[in-house]
């Protein structure tokens, strides 16, 4: 395996979160006064996290549980986000 073939295997790890998370601050854009680069971090960061934990308990990428743990923890972080703010 090349470097490029292992950059091309961390995006695409990645790159469920980075949209999930990207798609939540797009739509909770109107609901927070904060700006959406720092809730899109914030969020593909702990998706990224949801996803190594996924892959660790699992041992291999990929698994509907962990695009689960994905959905349910990006949906927890903004749920808390949402009664931090008021």
């Given at each position: 395996?090349?470097?490029?073939?292992?950059?091309?295997?961390?995006?695409?790890?990645?790159?469920?979160?980075?949209?999930?998370?990207?798609?939540?601050?797009?739509?909770?854009?109107?609901?927070?006064?904060?700006?959406?680069?720092?809730?899109?971090?914030?969020?593909?960061?702990i998706g990224i996290v949801a996803l190594v934990a996924g892959l660790m308990l699992f041992g291999v990428d990929g698994k509907m549980l962990s695009y689960a743990l994905l959905i349910f923890s990006l949906g927890l972080t903004q749920l808390i986000r949402s009664f931090k703010k008021s």
């Open positions: 395996m090349t470097v490029l073939d292992a950059l091309f295997h961390l995006v695409n790890f990645a790159l469920p979160a980075v949209f999930v998370g990207g798609v939540l601050a797009l739509w909770g854009r109107r609901y927070n006064k904060r700006g959406v680069c720092q809730i899109w971090l914030i969020n593909s960061m």
